[in-house]
């Protein structure tokens, strides 16, 4: 199921031949594999953010803390904080969050009780076992398939985008096919300017672009010599519809210069804080799923050294995120989804080699939903005592899944078509209680 680097992301020719389906408003995959069997649901949330913590990352260092476990389990990150909703305690080490827990419900008893990156990465995001001879599509790819052009989506920008680089560990479009890959920008939305694959070039200014236009002209020779010709009419109007992207709409979405600087650097000038802007830029132009992959989390060596590090610029960008979609109306049709493939072990390794890491642990761990229908100031199941097992409703990933398809419109208990033609269940039945409903909205 692994990729090799790069073999499943948008290049700069996927992006002008996807993206035009945008501009020119073409409805791309309308194939027989991609068929849907089942009606749209009405839908309460327009579009999704997930905040994918690339590697793991720790649930009692983060959203689950267990002050009293002792320091075999808390390591230095022992306190725990009271956040702005009665009750609700995260770790000390996010009082930006603390503040905006009205917004968000945790779920801290999320399990699959797998332990390795891939597998584990297959299961969170496509809510199936891995195996079978079969790759399923993860969330981004169902919802660009069921809202993107398919669905009547019209914008520029493809309706799935990864900031910045696709995780690699399967093809994130599985059987649907090409069509619903991301759109992974590539480049640092910290740097100035913001380098996005075939619609921001480093050192490649406007005046260029259109010199390079010119050229292409000069040299069409074949073109004008049989004007008319269906074939070159379509080249044309190609043609214009990529040089909209790259001197038009798209390249003003992914500038973050057009940000006041003070909004900035409440998200942190830094690779993470900026993709959350980036982010909430994209959907408020319509954008229907964005992925921020957020890595570093695999901590199995020093790894209070790096959550030092990582939970501020953490705390910073996603509570601004949220603040931010709310203050703009955003946040009710939006989704904010933030979890990784797994947790870490709550007891620390202190021995050689590791020097206070953690390793693997998928029997428990959180996540995080906000916004698009979700409600905030829940907490979601329970852990014992040193989170080491779920003691209270367990939460597997089809029921994640299924409760963001079910708010983006999208009926969980459908079906859809597969490479092979045959119709299977877009979720699978849950051997817990099921879908999220003590957490949603309307539904």
Request: glycine share 14%.
């Amino acid at each position: 199921m692994k990729r090799k680097p790069g073999q499943a992301e948008f290049n700069r020719r996927d992006f002008i031949r996807l993206g035009l389906g945008g501009a020119l408003g073409m409805q791309l995959g309308n194939s027989a594999f991609a068929q849907a069997l089942t009606p749209l649901k009405k839908a309460r949330a327009k579009a999704v953010i997930e905040i994918w913590m690339w590697g793991g990352p720790s649930h009692i260092d983060t959203f689950d803390p267990k002050p009293g476990a002792g320091t075999d389990f808390t390591g230095p990150l022992a306190q725990a904080v009271e956040t702005n909703v009665s009750g609700i305690r995260i770790n000390a080490g996010l009082p930006k969050l603390a503040q905006q827990a009205d917004k968000y419900s945790i779920i801290r008893s999320l399990t699959h009780g797998i332990k390795a990156h891939e597998t584990a990465t297959y299961r969170m995001q496509t809510g199936r076992e891995p195996g079978g001879g079969e790759v399923y599509p993860c969330v981004g790819a169902v919802v660009s398939r069921f809202n993107g052009y398919d669905g009547g989506y019209k914008g520029v920008i493809p309706p799935y985008v990864v900031l910045t680089r696709s995780h690699g560990r399967f093809s994130e479009e599985g059987f649907l096919g090409p069509n619903y890959k991301p759109f992974a920008t590539g480049g640092d939305p910290s740097k100035n300017p913001f380098v996005v694959e075939g619609i921001i070039a480093e050192g490649v200014t406007d005046q260029r672009q259109v010199a390079r236009r010119n050229l292409l002209h000069q040299v069409d020779s074949l073109g004008g010599q049989i004007p008319g010709n269906a074939s070159f009419l379509k080249m044309d109007q190609s043609e214009a519809g990529a040089y909209d992207l790259i001197l038009g709409e798209a390249r003003e979405i992914f500038d973050l210069k057009q940000e006041p600087e003070e909004l900035r650097q409440a998200y942190g000038m830094n690779h993470f804080g900026q993709s959350c802007l980036q982010a909430r830029r994209l959907v408020e132009k319509g954008v229907r799923y964005v992925t921020v992959n957020y890595n570093g989390w695999d901590t199995h060596k020093t790894h209070f050294n790096i959550m030092n590090q990582k939970m501020p610029e953490f705390d910073q960008g996603l509570a601004s995120l949220l603040e931010d979609l709310a203050s703009r109306g955003l946040l009710d049709e939006t989704i904010v989804w933030c979890s990784g493939e797994f947790g870490r072990t709550p007891r620390v390794q202190w021995k050689e080699p590791w020097n206070g890491g953690r390793g693997h642990f998928g029997d428990c761990f959180s996540g995080l939903v906000a916004g698009g229908g979700f409600r905030g100031g829940h907490v979601v199941g329970a852990t014992n005592k040193t989170a080491e097992e779920v003691v209270d409703r367990p939460v597997y990933p089809q029921d994640l899944i299924g409760s963001i398809y079910e708010l983006v419109g999208i009926d969980p208990g459908g079906t859809i078509l597969n490479g092979a033609g045959q119709a299977v269940p877009l979720t699978l039945p849950s051997p817990g209680n099921g879908r999220l409903y003590e957490i949603m909205r309307g539904v």
